[in-house]
């Protein structure tokens, strides 16, 4: 008896000893045939030092550790009209590309060509519980889901924390954001002239026609772009008309922006900010990093609230697709791979790898500062514009009719007047 429980004793000994291995090095995907996809990414160059191509390099080797079954081939584009072409050119073809970074015209575009992947049936429950629900909004055409949403570029407002002090200006918070009166009682107030005669403006932005910064303000009262559904052009109903208004008065009533709205660049307003010109810049999060990094006295502030009664954000969207190829274990793995790299273990696998807020409520890794940490928050605050293909020159004509608004030229409802017609006719057409 006593040799019997010896026995079992010493065999209840080895099954505990190989229970706690199985807990301390979790079991990875069984390797499966051998399957190479090509990833396309915008910015990448083979070898480069620069923190996108150092980026992805180690996120495509991390993933490739946690799936040996999977080759990943890198081949990068380049952000203009050259990589433009060989995106498309390598989309039309489809023989050499299963992973790629997509833009949002691009989206609505491509998705009704059949060779865009839906989603759907490779988005888990537990996906779709972990995405914020506005991010799988803007990454839907006609009802269906055609990206894996990375990141957006959520502008907030940039406060410098000196000229506050000196001017006596509290901050809001998110708790207690400003209205729009008290953010105009805020710049008006931190809009002065220095003892030595220079002047400093309580706000600035880049130009609102090219610039998608001031794009939050024209959700303020409750307006929008386009309607949610993407069908219908309604920045000429009276609550979008309010938020153009806005802009209008900062230049025109107001007098707490820079001169010269017409030729504000990117550059020129982060140099007004950091020189001490504007007290105030609505900016997306990239910016941040470069204020860290030389210790400027910054803080990030929510938008103020309008007639909606909420806080509003919006941004430019990261985005990855995967073409629908007929392969089906290259269609798997391109979905495994773009799961990957947008969700909450890339962070953790490469540090450094989240230059903007996540649109995952599981991906808090760009959260590393109480900056950080507000721009974040104000992700779930987002409001996108659904996907559509407007012409190149219908773009312009609304850039020049933003213009118009601003500089005092049109009254808002002057300006998107002709433009609302001209919207719906090409949202109409797409849709035949």
């Known amino acids: 008896m006593a040799r019997k429980c010896w026995k079992m004793s010493w065999l209840w000994g080895i099954i505990l000893v190989l229970a706690s291995c199985a807990r301390a090095n979790p079991v990875q995907p069984a390797a499966g045939e051998p399957v190479e996809i090509t990833f396309y990414k915008r910015g990448y160059v083979e070898g480069g030092t620069d923190i996108t191509s150092v980026n992805y390099a180690k996120a495509v080797q991390a993933f490739e550790q ?179 208004q806005k802009i209008a008065d900062l230049y025109q009533k107001h007098s707490v922006t820079p001169p010269g709205p017409e030729t504000v660049s990117q550059a020129d307003a982060q140099a007004q900010f950091k020189n001490g010109k504007a007290a105030m810049f ?30 509003v954000t919006t941004g430019a969207f990261g985005m990855f697709a995967v073409y629908n190829s007929d392969d089906p274990a290259k269609l798997k793995a391109s979905h495994q791979f773009a799961r990957y790299i947008t969700g909450p273990q890339v962070a953790k696998d490469v540090p450094g790898y989240q230059l903007a807020p996540g649109l995952r409520r599981s991906n808090t890794s760009y959260a590393t500062s109480p900056n950080r940490q507000t721009i974040t928050r104000l992700v779930e605050f987002g409001v996108f514009e659904a996907q559509t293909g407007i012409s190149v020159e219908l773009r312009d004509r609304y850039r020049q009719a933003l213009k118009d608004i601003a500089t005092g030229v049109k009254t808002p409802k002057e300006a998107m007047g002709p433009i609302a017609v001209l919207y719906q006719q090409e949202i109409d057409a797409s849709r035949q």
Do not use: H
């Open 282 to 311: 609505m900016s997306m999060p990239a910016f941040l990093t470069e204020l860290e990094e030389e210790n400027f006295p910054v803080n990030v502030l929510p938008l103020p609230t309008g007639q909606l009664g909420q806080l």
């Open 66 to 244: 946690l799936y040996p079954d999977v080759k990943v081939k890198i081949i990068g584009v380049p952000w203009d009209s050259a990589g433009d072409a060989q995106m498309e050119a390598a989309f039309n073809a489809g023989t050499d590309i299963n992973v790629f970074n997509i833009r949002p015209d691009d989206l609505a575009k491509w998705s009704k060509t059949g060779k865009l992947s839906n989603l759907e049936p490779f988005l888990t429950p537990e996906d779709r519980a972990d995405f914020y629900p506005n991010a799988l909004e803007t990454a839907t055409v006609d009802g269906k889901i055609y990206a894996w949403p990375l990141w957006v570029v959520a502008f907030s407002v940039f406060a410098n924390t000196n000229i506050f002090a000196e001017r006596g200006v509290a901050f809001p918070t998110i708790e207690n954001p400003w209205t729009w009166d008290e953010f105009l009682a805020a710049a008006e107030q931190l809009t002065y002239q220095r003892d030595d005669g220079s002047k400093v403006y309580g706000f600035t932005a880049p130009s609102v026609w090219w610039s998608m910064q001031y794009y939050p303000l024209f959700y303020l009262d409750g307006g929008r772009i386009l309607s949610p559904d993407g069908r219908r052009f309604v920045q000429n109903q009276p609550e979008a008309l309010s938020g153009l």
